[in-house]
């Protein structure tokens, strides 16, 4: 029987590493690290950029995408991103890659993809410059309308085991290696010629170079940097990471997290440091994350991954003070000053994120947790940030390290472009009505129309009104898991653990509060209470809506929460 084929029009892309062969012939070890790294910068830039990968031959990617844009933006990710894994690399085994992508029809059979389309993209890619992307002229008339890809011409050319030429173009990256040649034709220009031409130029230079200066002439090489230092003279903000798994902190975390979260105890548990390995492997991951997430943002991102001064962090005392904690150990301008950073250079602030486990004694069960401060240039303040425990497993590696993406994507996003809740909230529930209706007092009814979904949220401070709301929602949730968890999702259930959490800080905290009486201004925490709304009818300043579910089944509609548009 034979198999069934299936044919569409796609953006194929191939991914070539330059001057593998030579490394493999210097330190096949070293090589093969190497191409494995490529593999996990390459990997989740295509996946968000709906990509597929359908092969990996040796140092090669062949992937699919269903638009070139798609296509062209994962490439410039995927060569953004590489640029501060180099910073760490030796100099003979830094990761360069080609790109070239094209659009054509392929053939989609036994899980292989085939085609005249796939042919040409693979013959593109060799043109493309070491740090660059080269693109046929189907890719550059399907991105034409964005005016943000900076697009060169490197005219027709002639692709090996092709028949018909093509019209190729650069897209710029900033991050060219404008000392590797490209391939040229051979010249047709005969031997004795070419020894005439040389013989004249000789003469020429013997009887007329003092006049034109010609040995003083400079080469004139264009700076493959032009993009990155034009970037760096429009930068908006800059940030210092410093991951730590520091031994000297371990008593402090005790004392800590005993004191504001009741979870750590010397008799009841044991915090240890983690494997170096471990904590380089998730300073790489969160660092590429950032940089591929804020590239052309204007945002520059040091941590002691990129082997940044930062490190220096590391010899610091503790950077909490217990004793008063109204002071603010080692403020940003102070750290700056320490570290001996010019005033150009200093941040608009440092985050310090501290990864250690914690086993416990009686079940030897061991987690992995993440806390960490931050200190805000603008504020001048330090904030903490709560404990976040995970099980000490491949699975919850990984979500420990997406929890720290984002809440680091979370922080840069708010401090520089303040992409937050706040600033988003169009309205507030304002009254509450029979059969699932309700209605929205609008901020401003700009774009506000009929069909537009709502996601409902809150915003929890620290007063003593606050602080017992959120120790009623997050009953609530406990209570409802509690009664149902016989038929729930484990994921669901996993959240019981969280909103335990929160509800023992929040009785510390109204503890804390109605005994001193403290009230720490511009200090919050948003919430997404789970239900969604749908907008039906707008008049004037008021909305009606709809309620369209309940992400968690125990949330409740309450007066006063505000609502943003969702994504």
């Known amino acids: 029987m034979p198999t069934k084929e299936k044919r569409k029009l796609a953006a194929i892309m191939f991914i ?21 790294d490529f593999e996990n910068i390459c990997s989740p830039i295509i996946s968000d950029n709906e990509g597929d990968i359908i092969k990996k031959v040796g140092d090669e990617l062949f992937c699919e995408f269903s638009s070139a844009k798609e296509a062209v933006d994962s490439a ?7 640029q501060p894994y180099n910073d760490s690399r030796p100099k003979d085994f830094k990761l360069q890659v080609r790109i070239g992508i094209h659009i054509g029809d392929i053939v989609l059979r036994d899980g292989d993809v085939f085609g005249d389309g796939v042919n040409v993209a693979s013959r593109i890619q ?132 005993n004191e504001f979260d009741v979870y750590i105890n010397k008799n009841d548990y044991l915090i240890q440091s983690i494997e170096d390995s471990l904590l380089e492997s998730i300073k790489k991951q969160c660092f590429n994350y950032l940089n591929v997430k804020f590239q052309n943002k204007g945002i520059d991102i040091s941590s002691n991954f990129n082997n940044s001064h930062i490190s220096t962090m590391d010899s610091l005392p503790y950077p909490h003070n ?28 440092f985050f310090d994120i501290l990864i250690y486990t914690r086993k416990n004694l009686s079940s030897d069960k061991e987690n992995i947790f993440y806390a960490g401060w931050r200190r805000i240039r603008k504020q001048g303040n330090l904030s903490t940030t709560s404990a976040q425990y995970f099980d000490n497993n491949n699975n919850g590696i990984d979500k420990l390290i997406e929890h720290i993406k984002e809440n680091l994507f979370y922080n840069f996003d708010l401090y520089s472009f303040s992409n937050n809740p706040f600033e988003k909230w169009i309205g507030e529930i304002k009254e509450i009505l029979p059969n699932n209706m309700i209605n929205i007092k609008l901020y401003a009814s700009n774009n506000i129309k009929s069909n537009l979904k709502l996601e409902a949220q809150t915003m929890y401070r620290f007063t ?15 209570n409802y898991i509690e009664k149902n968890k016989a038929e729930l999702s484990e994921s669901l259930y996993e959240q019981i653990y969280e909103l335990e959490k929160h509800n023992n800080k929040a009785k510390y905290t109204l503890d804390s509060l109605i005994t001193y009486d403290i009230y720490r201004p511009g200090t919050n925490w948003v919430a997404n209470l789970g239900y969604n709304l749908e907008v039906i009818t707008v008049m004037d300043t008021i909305a009606v809506c709809k309620l369209l579910n309940k992400e968690k089944p125990w949330a409740t509609v309450k007066v006063g929460h505000k609502l943003i548009i969702s994504e």
């Open 126 to 257: 060799p043109f493309a410059n070491p740090g660059g992307i080269c693109v046929s002229n189907a890719v550059r008339d399907a991105i034409s309308s964005h005016p943000s890809y900076n697009i060169k011409s490197e005219g027709q050319q002639e692709l090996k085991n092709i028949i018909e030429k093509h019209t190729l173009y650069s897209i710029k990256t900033g991050f060219e290696d404008k000392t590797i040649i490209k391939k040229y034709k051979k010249s047709k220009i005969s031997i004795p010629v070419l020894i005439g031409i040389l013989a004249v130029c000789v003469i020429g230079i013997l009887f007329f170079g003092d006049s034109i200066n010609i040995w003083k002439i400079e080469p004139i090489i264009e700076n493959s940097n032009s993009n990155v230092e034009k970037q760096s003279k429009e930068k908006i903000d800059s940030y210092y990471i410093n991951f730590t798994s520091n031994p000297l902190y371990i008593d402090h975390l005790y004392h800590q997290y």
């Open 16 to 36: 070539d590493v330059v001057g593998y062969s030579r490394m493999m012939a210097s330190n096949e070890e070293r090589t093969l690290e190497l191409l494995m």
């Open 322 to 349: 217990f004793d008063d904690r109204t002071k603010v150990p080692y403020p940003v301008n102070e750290l700056s000053r320490l570290l001996n950073l010019d005033e150009k250079d200093v941040p608009k602030a």
């Open 464 to 478: 003593i009104k606050s602080m017992k709301e959120l120790i009623e929602d997050t009953q609530l949730g406990i």
């Open 76 to 82: 410039l990710a995927i060569q953004v991103a590489i």
